[in-house]
């Protein structure tokens, strides 16, 4: 019996239990061992590892908030993966172009959501002609333009997640426990109680709650509510035709959309913004014909080569919250703290979210 188990009969006992396996759960747990190799942390999974929207993300990092606070964070999630690259030797993410189609008005409000304060340009003709090469038939309306930022980056969020999955249990104290849905977080005895579905438990010290879609069907389900969070169909369709090397990037501002290229499938991953509210990761979740109007619409405005490429991609859930500015705060005392609300773009945001999940854990003030 390991040593975590201090007498017969008790629960097994950990310094920290963080509850979700996905990029924000894996970060945190990765933090947490790096800043003290000796705490034993538990990383639990409801279902299987790699079960998650963090599993289905297109890993497009624009760092980019339509808020100062938002801002703040990708700024520091930038800086933070570059220091898990240097760390790791490899955070599988790669440099890529992007351009920009958006409103001839609304450049000024674009340039403002740039968290490194860098500022949009006109396309070059040397990229324009490029930008007509990569996207059969590129077309827009008269009032929008095309710009270019600096290169922004495309990440591989469960390669990244796994990684750091490996990181944290390669250490013989931590454990990952699969199937072991938690419905209950109490206070037993001065510590922090995990229960389960099945009647299962454990107990920790600190417990980080970083539960994506399920927010609302868990432990922190009315903290969250209470947040105003909410979960949302999230969609990216697969363009099936193989972008070519040194492709660019193209966000369709206006639309919320963007074209991504993905080398490693092979194809191009088309992200819409689906409607579709309320929709949790339980549920049956399709990519459905609303959806794919919303899609054809797009590209027969702006890319109509892409039409007949146009097939199948990756649908999940994602918890969002007001502002879509992420929530990370203590749930009921010190001990045990929430990191929800990716909004669509928690892969961008995860590192900034773990820190601040482990500072708040740790005593030290939210950078
Ligand atoms: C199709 C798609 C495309 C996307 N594209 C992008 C993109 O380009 N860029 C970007 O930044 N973001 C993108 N996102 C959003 C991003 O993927 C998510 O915001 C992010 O992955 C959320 O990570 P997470 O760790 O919070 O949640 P998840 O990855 O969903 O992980 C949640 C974890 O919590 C566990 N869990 C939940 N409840 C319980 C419980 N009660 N007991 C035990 N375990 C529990 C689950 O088992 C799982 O391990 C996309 C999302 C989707 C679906």
Known sequence: MSERTTRTGEAPHYDLAVVGAGAVGAIAAYYAVR?????????????????????????????????????????????????????????????????????RENTAALDATMADGGRTRPVTGEQRALLDRTFPGLAHDDEQVLLATAPMTAGQPQWLTDRLLDEVLGRPDNTLLEGFRVTEVRRTGGRVELVAADGGRITASKAVLAPGPWVLDGPVAAAARERGARVKKVVAFHIMTPPPPGAPALVLEDADAFLLPHHPGGHWIFSITSPDWDRGPDEPLAIDARDRQLARALLARHVPGFLPHLLGGRVFSDCFTPGHLPVVDTVGGDDVVMAIGGSGSGYRLSPAMAEDALNLLDGRPRT
Do not use: C, K, M, Y
């Open 35 to 103: 800043r003290d190799p000796g705490r034993r942390v538990a990383v639990i999974t409801h279902a299987g590892r790699g079960t998650g929207a963090t599993r289905l993300s297109a890993g497009f990092d624009t760092p980019t908030g339509h808020n100062p606070a938002q801002r703040a964070l990708a700024a520091r999630s930038t800086a933070l993966f570059d220091e898990l690259a240097a760390g790791l030797g490899d955070a599988g993410r790669a440099p890529v172009d992007v351009r920009w189609l958006v409103t």
